[in-house]
């Protein structure tokens, strides 16, 4: 059972291999958009694969969206470490400084709590170290440990930057502005399918991300 793939870039033989091998020999594929397809079939896969959206979409969140305080402003951060364009980061934090007021609340969101060999590596030290470069604004940090948990806490934020596909869906689903730095294709599918504004959807570069009309 492959189950809701996003598939590429595959940039080596190697990968294309594994992935042909995974594919072919599994009884039941989804991928979630049209170019996963296209690269699997680009492989020679043959068999049956459906296209369907992320299973995020589908999760049952209880209750509406909480209203936001008046004050003060509280704005949710869900970064990931990318380190293949230098100093995105230094942007994306000056741009902060300066369009934010300062008893702003930033509500750092680790969607990646632990270190799963050979697979992912938690979240939480990077971004405690961007937070420490933000220690003029009020700091929160906030529990990923379940869907229900943090869909709570991202609606009662007025604002979110995200840098992960499903909070990027979460925010959509409960109607969040949103900043999306859309980091890989999957964002930016993401962002096409729901009409996300041009000027909400960046890319981890500088120029970019200093220029977003989210502040």
Known sequence: LLWAQGVGPLDTPGSREVV??????????????????????????EGKIEVAPDPVWALSLEGDRAEPAATPRRVGIMLRQWVFVQQWEDSLLEAIH???????????????????????VSDREYLQ??????????TEWVSCDSVAGLSAQMSSCDRLIC??????????????PTLCIEYDHKMSVVSEQVGI?????????????????WR
């Open 20 to 45: 042909r091998m995974a594919f072919g020999s599994a009884d039941f594929a989804s991928v979630r958009d049209g170019e996963s397809l296209a690269l699997l079939r680009g492989l020679g896969i």
């Open 98 to 120: 300066e369009c934010l007021p300062a008893d702003t609340v930033l509500g750092w969101m680790s969607s990646q709590t632990e270190d799963i060999p050979y697979r992912s």
């Open 129 to 138: 170290s961007l937070a420490g470069r933000l220690a003029a604004f009020p």
């Open 163 to 176: 840098m992960r596909l499903h909070g990027q869906i979460l925010a959509q689903r409960m109607g969040v």
């Open 197 to 213: 504004a041009p000027e909400l959807r960046v890319s981890p570069d500088a120029s970019q991300i200093g220029r977003a009309s």
